[in-house]
């Protein structure tokens, strides 16, 4: 096995049609998030970005894109924005792992979406959770009428809710793929002050993490969808296309009309427009809200955890990291404990307007 290392925008044509063709083995494979067009857009903003190219004589057999951060500390292209991660290649590739990181120069590379299934990196699991899906490969109403016997209620109230917000505010309409760049900061608007009311990073404060959204959108890789009531939006969602596969990333509502429900209104819609467009997968974000437990009819499995060498950097990036992670992923894991967590931030916000939360977040926007 050979590994070459570039930078993004290094890499030519035949490797990124490469690239594409390997995301075709499976749609957790296919996530936009691992998509060439994601790395390519991180590396206009981001001077740390890399990808490591597998070879086996002549034939290029995975793409491992990835951060290099000082000490050698490695991490996903993206991170902290994203909910899927790993190699670009067959799940079954074998490959020394430590070799690996040497080539690129790492002492440590961590992750917390790695997609489970990829064997050269499972003795370096510390755990493994579910990512939630909305499958829609049999098309919306099929997705429709189970969702309807999961929860009867849940589908009749969002349903009710969306024509009473139709008789009192005005007539209900959504787009599934706007361009108009002016909604997009709308919606990057409502996402930092729900960050901040709820006590989160704002994410938005960050100027390359807008150049990225704002790009992602321009290049159409970005889908943005809004839900309106007459003129007026109501809720907005950004996500990720690669062919058949969608990412949620950046979900947000205006809260004036918060007693409606609109992201959940917002969601439905999308699936249904998703699937007319030949979407069969969205891919919601690892769990912790319950509108995605609902949402949800499949799942693939993820793993956090951290690969290293040995030398100093890696055992001195342990003993800073490790506790703080124990940490988050009892609470990832517990509803109880992540419903505490929340309104512990929430209350934190409250009492420090403009503050952010002290601990830190993993995954996506959402």
């Keep these: 096995m050979r590994f070459d290392i570039a930078r993004p925008d290094e890499l030519g044509e035949p490797e990124l049609a490469r690239w594409r063709a390997l995301q075709g083995a499976g749609a957790a494979l296919g996530n936009p ?74 002492s440590v590379w961590e992750f917390d979406h790695l997609l489970a299934e990829q064997t050269a990196f499972a003795p370096y699991h510390a755990e493994t959770r ?59 608007a409502w996402k930092s002050a729900q960050y901040r009311r709820t006590g989160r990073t704002d994410r938005f404060a960050v100027p390359w993490i807008t150049a990225l959204v704002e790009h992602l959108h321009a290049t159409g890789v970005g889908v943005l969808s809004v839900l309106r009531a007459g003129d007026r939006a109501v809720s907005a969602h950004l996500g990720l296309r690669a062919g058949p596969v969608m990412a949620g990333w950046f979900p947000a509502y205006d809260v004036e009309f918060g007693r409606y429900s609109p992201g959940m209104i917002g969601h439905l819609r999308m699936a249904e427009a998703a699937a007319d467009a030949g979407i069969g997968w969205i891919a919601m974000g690892r769990g912790g809200r319950e509108y ?59 009492l420090r307007p403009g503050g952010r939360a002290t601990v830190p977040e993993e995954g996506s926007a959402a």
Excluded at 37 to 60: C, H, K, N, Q
Excluded at 92 to 105: I, M, N, Q, S, T
Excluded at 306 to 328: Q, T
């Design 33 to 106: 998030f691992l998509g060439p067009e994601f790395t390519l857009a991180v590396g206009r903003f981001r001077d740390d970005a890399r990808v490591a190219v597998l070879s086996e004589g002549p034939r290029i057999v995975g793409f491992l894109p990835y951060e290099r951060h000082a000490l050698g500390l490695g991490r996903p292209i993206g991170a902290g924005l994203t909910d899927c991660q790993g190699l670009v290649g067959p799940p079954d590739l074998e490959f020394d792992v430590r070799a690996l990181l040497r080539a690129c120069r790492l």
């Design 292 to 350: 995605k437990d609902w949402l949800k009819n499949a799942e693939f499995p993820i793993a956090e955890g951290r690969a290293a060498r040995v030398s100093a950097a890696a055992g001195l990036h342990w003993v800073r990291e490790a506790p703080m992670r124990r940490a988050r992923s009892a609470v990832l894991a517990s509803p109880a404990l992540y419903a505490g967590a929340d309104r512990v931030l929430r209350a934190y916000a409250r």
């Design 130 to 188: 579910v990512e939630p899906v909305m499958d829609l490969t049999a098309g919306f109403a099929a997705y429709a009428d189970e969702a309807r016997k999961r929860s009867p209620k849940t589908l009749k109230t969002v349903r009710y809710k969306e024509r009473k917000l139709g008789r009192e505010a005005d007539e209900v309409s959504y787009t599934f793929d706007e361009r108009d760049p002016a909604e997009l900061r709308r919606l990057m």
